[in-house]
């Protein structure tokens, strides 16, 4: 293995554009950062869109942009620059495989020269029977390196008589491959399973294989951090790299990410784009911490880490093999945590536009702050602002009578304290209409008119809210304002008498 300690280390992250920025495809560019950064290393991002017919309109921009959002941004590779536009920035470009088409082909063209690779020219008809034939027999499909055996001559004449071909690697026959995985260790393959890959295709795109070798090489990455859904491909990779004769890397496969059923992680079964996460109030740190211990732990205690603290504490040797389940409650227990910690003032700011979505009429007289001050302790995720309180927001609550009357009471003592509540109220004056001091005056006035706690705050909470359950009724009052609260008082003593 040549990677030793005194290299500075590389690593990237490498998505196909095909969509959106996946959980996993955030976990796994969060280690290479990590790792990088821990390292004083370099991490780079490279678009691998050979793919064509996958390639999804705006993913590039979409991918960019969530990884900015979580602050993964990579400051070499595929960058979005200044002007929010699409940029690449570096000393290895271009970082986009579609820009690096001659760059594969003479690479091919390398490993062909040196009998490491040959021209393919079965047709589709053929490759097709000679799948069947070999379901048929009870074998694995395999290429059965028909074209290996085209003499030069052949070549030529196929090649200047422009007849379609691919480029196929030559896997050399029942070898062993063996090489390490940070989190798996010693991994070994045989050859004898390994069919002779495709690295050119047809339109003169390389594949994944040849495209991510050449370019991992030519890009200096020694330390490839990826999922464990690659770990088949790994042995391919390496093949290609002794072929080349090249420094093979690092490798650390990443475990997979699971449902709670231990499936693999799927849509149906919950978000699994960052996107989602985002736009319903998920505070890119409280994701990226979340996502941070999903295969790895630094073995204490502590849940809550930062970026900056995960940089010193993350150890590529301590990742899990075992799979690890996307638990999304936790994920809403590390959210409210980093809302609690936000100021009250950044929280405000990230979470107007969804108090605003969720309530489609605020009036200009409640006091917001009191509102953002509770549902700050309150909620899981900011698209969950206000959800609970809509009755601060209409102004015709239904609720019955008998609701009004605390369980050790009657309507006629009900009525009889609302009364005596009000009359007290109109007399404090706006500027102490706030929780704190409604609480401390609304207690005392109760205790010096003789009454029970219960057969005052109950109506009064009830006739401010008309709900069992809710903040409590200083809060409530103080949100709604003096004129408001008096109001719905004023209506629950019209309901008794
Ligand atoms: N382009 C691959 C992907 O979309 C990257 C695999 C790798 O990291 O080698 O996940």
């Known amino acids: 293995m040549f990677f030793n300690k005194k290299l500075k280390i590389r690593t990237r992250f490498a998505p196909s554009p095909t969509g959106f920025l996946h959980v996993g495809g955030l976990r796994t560019a969060l280690y290479a950062y990590v790792l990088a950064e821990q390292n004083k290393g370099d991490f780079l991002l490279r678009i691998e869109d050979t793919d064509q017919s996958r390639e999804v309109e705006g993913a590039v921009d979409n991918l960019l942009k ?19 536009k699409i940029a690449e920035k570096g000393n290895f470009g ?16 390398v490993l062909v020269d040196s009998g490491r690779a040959y021209y393919c020219f079965c047709t589709s008809e053929r490759l097709e029977s000679l799948k069947n034939d070999q379901k048929s027999a009870g074998q ?12 030069k001559e052949d070549i030529k004449a196929k090649l200047d008589n422009e007849e379609k071909y691919v480029i196929r690697f030559k896997v050399p026959e029942k070898q062993e491959v063996v090489f390490n995985d940070v989190v798996r260790g010693e991994i070994k393959f045989n050859t004898a399973d390994i069919d002779d890959q495709i690295i050119i295709k047809s339109d003169g795109f390389p594949t994944y294989h040849l495209a991510s070798v050449v370019d991992d090489y030519l890009m200096k990455i020694n330390y490839i951090i990826r999922g464990e ?16 004769n090249w420094p093979v890397p690092q490798f650390a496969h990443l475990p997979l990410l699971l449902n709670l059923d231990k499936s693999k992680l799927s849509k149906r079964q919950g978000d699994v784009a960052v996107e989602d996460y985002r736009d319903q109030g998920y505070l890119p740190e409280a994701l990226v911490n979340f996502v941070a211990l999903l295969g790895w732990n630094p073995g204490t205690e502590q849940e ?13 040797k301590k990742i899990h093999k075992a799979g690890a389940v996307f638990n999304r409650d936790k994920l809403d227990w590390f959210n409210s945590e980093y809302i609690k910690k936000l100021s009250s003032t950044e929280f405000k700011v990230l979470a107007r536009p969804y108090l605003e979505k969720n309530i489609t009429k605020i009036s200009a007289d409640l006091n917001l702050e009191k509102l953002f001050e509770i549902e700050q302790q309150r909620i899981n995720k900011l698209s969950e602002i206000g959800n609970d309180l809509s009755f601060i927001f209409t102004d015709n609550l239904a609720y019955s009578v008998a609701d009004l009357v605390w369980k ?3 309507p006629e003592l009900t009525l009889k304290n609302l009364e005596l509540l009000i009359g007290e109220l109109e007399g404090y004056s706006q500027s102490n209409w706030r929780a704190d001091s409604l609480e401390k005056n609304i207690i005392k006035f109760i205790a010096e008119s003789g009454l029970k706690n219960g057969d005052v705050l109950w109506p009064m909470r009830f006739a401010l809210t008309g709900q069992v359950k809710s903040p409590t009724p200083f809060e409530v009052a103080d949100i709604l304002g003096q004129e408001k609260s008096l109001d719905r008082l004023r209506q629950a003593i019209d309901k008794l008498k």
């Open 304 to 316: 809550i880490f930062s970026l900056d603290e995960l940089i010193k504490l993350f150890d590529v």
């Open 94 to 109: 271009p970082y986009t495989q579609s820009k690096r088409l001659e760059i594969y082909q003479k690479y091919a063209k």
């Open 229 to 244: 859904e690659w770990l088949s491909s790994t042995p391919k990779h390496v093949l290609l790299y002794e072929a080349f």
């Open 408 to 410: 050790k009471s009657t």
């Open 66 to 84: 969530s990884l900015k959002w979580a602050g993964l941004e990579a400051k070499e590779g595929v960058i979005i620059d200044n002007d929010d």
């Open 140 to 151: 694995a499909t395999h290429y059965d390196k028909h074209c290996l055996s085209l003499t």
